[in-house]
T-cell receptor
C-alpha cells in the first residue's frame, strides 16, 4: 500500500526563523514523483516543486530548499528566514497511477511577526 | 488571466437540490481534474479527463455525482440531491500530459455549503 504522512499538523514560528516541514512517502514503487503544494488562505493550491525518485540532489530556490532521501522515504521542505507571507497549509503529494495527486493531511504553518 | 477559472466561487444550497459547478482550464491543457477538500484535510481525487474522455473516477464519486467535458475544454461537475456531507471545497486543476509528470495548476475552488 502507498501512504503519505505529514506528521506535523501545525507549526508556529516567529518571523525570520527557519522551519522544516516533514513528509514521508511509503511505497513499493521504484519510480515515482513527489510534489509540494502551498495553500494560502485564499484557497488556491500553488505548485512549489516536483521531484522524481531518481534524483536525490537537494534543491534550493531562494529561501526554499528540499531534501529528498529515498532510503528513508522522506521529502522534507525547509523555509529559511521565514516571512509572514509564508503562512499557509503545505501539502506533500505523490503521483499515483494515471496522474492523480494523493495529498497528505497537510501542515498548517503560521509565521508570527 | 490565463489561470484555471472556477465558477461560482461560493454556493449555498438546500439539501436535496441539484448544483452544477464549472471549470475552465488553462487553454492548452488537455488534462483536467476534479478534487474535493473538506475542512482540515488534503484534497481528495474525484475524477480526471484527457480531452473529452473521462479516464478515471474515484469511489468517492457516487452516482449522484457526474462530470462532463463535452468539447475537451471546460468541464462541469453536477451533484444531484445534495446532502450535508457534500459540503466541501471542490477544486479543479489542469495539466499538460508529457513524458514526465507535469505539475497540475489549480483553480481557487468552489465552496459548497449544503444547509
Amino acid at each position: 500500500a502507498q501512504k503519505v504522512t505529514q506528521a506535523q499538523t501545525e507549526i508556529s514560528v516567529v518571523e525570520k526563523e527557519d522551519v522544516t516541514l516533514d513528509c514521508v512517502y511509503e511505497t513499493r514503487d521504484t519510480t515515482y514523483y513527489l510534489f509540494w503544494y502551498k495553500q494560502p488562505p485564499s484557497g488556491e493550491l500553488v505548485f512549489l516543486i516536483r521531484r522524481n525518485s531518481f534524483d536525490e540532489q537537494n534543491e534550493i530556490s531562494g529561501r526554499y530548499s528540499w531534501n529528498f532521501q529515498k532510503s528513508t522515504s522522506s521529502f522534507n521542505f525547509t523555509i529559511t528566514a521565514s516571512q509572514v507571507v509564508d503562512s499557509a497549509v503545505y501539502f506533500c503529494a505523490p503521483i499515483q497511477g494515471a496522474q492523480k495527486l494523493v495529498f497528505g493531511q497537510g501542515t498548517r504553518l503560521t509565521i508570527n511577526p | 488571466d490565463t489561470g484555471v477559472s472556477q465558477n461560482p466561487r461560493h454556493k449555498i444550497t438546500k439539501r436535496g437540490q441539484n448544483v452544477t459547478f464549472r471549470c475552465d482550464p488553462i487553454s492548452e491543457h488537455n488534462r483536467l481534474y476534479w478534487y474535493r477538500q473538506t475542512l482540515g484535510q488534503g484534497p481528495e481525487f474525484l475524477t480526471y479527463f484527457q480531452n473529452e474522455a473521462q479516464l478515471e473516477k474515484s469511489r468517492l464519486l457516487s452516482d449522484r455525482f457526474s462530470a462532463e467535458r463535452p468539447k475537451g475544454s471546460f468541464s462541469t461537475l453536477e451533484i444531484q440531491r445534495t446532502e450535508q456531507g457534500d459540503s466541501a471545497m471542490y477544486l479543479c486543476a489542469s495539466s499538460i500530459p508529457g513524458l514526465l509528470n507535469t505539475e497540475a495548476f489549480f483553480g481557487q475552488g468552489t465552496r459548497l455549503t449544503v444547509v
